[in-house]
C-alpha cells in the first residue's frame, strides 16, 4: 500500500507564505513525477506546479515567480514554497505522484487528502 499525507496548509494575510509538504511511505520502489494540484470551491482542480526525478520543474502561469516546487528524494517527499499570496489562491491543496512499487509493476497515480490553504485579510 502507498500514501501520500499533506501538511502545511492554513490561513495566512495576503502577501505572505506558505510551505506545504507531501510524504509519500509505503511500498515504493520508484518515483517520477511529483505534482501539486488545487481546487477553489466552484472551479475545476488546476495542475499547479510539477517535478520530474530530473528536478526539472513546471509551473502555471499563475503561480510562476511565486511559487517553488522542490522534492526530497532520501524522504520520498515533495515540497511547495508559496509566496506573496493572493486570496484567488485560496484552495483545497493535493498532492499526486506517479509511484512505482516493484521492478516489475507499472507506475500508478496516488492522492493525498489534499489540505486547505486560506488567504484573507
Known amino acids: 500500500q502507498v500514501h501520500l499525507v499533506e501538511s502545511g496548509g492554513g490561513m495566512v494575510q495576503p502577501g505572505g507564505s506558505l510551505r506545504l509538504s507531501c510524504a509519500a511511505s509505503g511500498t515504493i520502489f520508484n518515483i517520477n513525477d511529483m505534482n501539486w494540484s488545487r481546487q477553489a470551491p466552484g472551479k475545476r482542480r488546476e495542475l499547479v506546479a510539477t517535478?520530474?526525478?530530473?528536478?526539472?520543474?513546471e509551473y502555471a502561469d499563475s503561480v510562476k515567480g511565486r511559487f517553488t516546487i522542490s522534492r526530497d528524494n532520501a524522504k520520498n517527499t515533495v515540497y511547495l514554497q508559496m509566496g506573496s499570496l493572493k486570496p484567488e489562491d485560496t484552495a483545497v491543496y493535493y498532492c499526486?505522484?506517479?509511484?512505482?512499487?516493484?521492478?516489475?509493476?507499472?507506475?500508478?497515480?496516488?492522492w493525498g487528502q489534499g489540505t486547505q490553504v486560506t488567504v484573507s485579510s
Open positions: 517535478i520530474d526525478d530530473t528536478f526539472r520543474t
Open positions: 499526486n505522484a506517479h509511484i512505482l512499487k516493484t521492478p516489475t509493476d507499472d507506475y500508478k497515480d496516488y
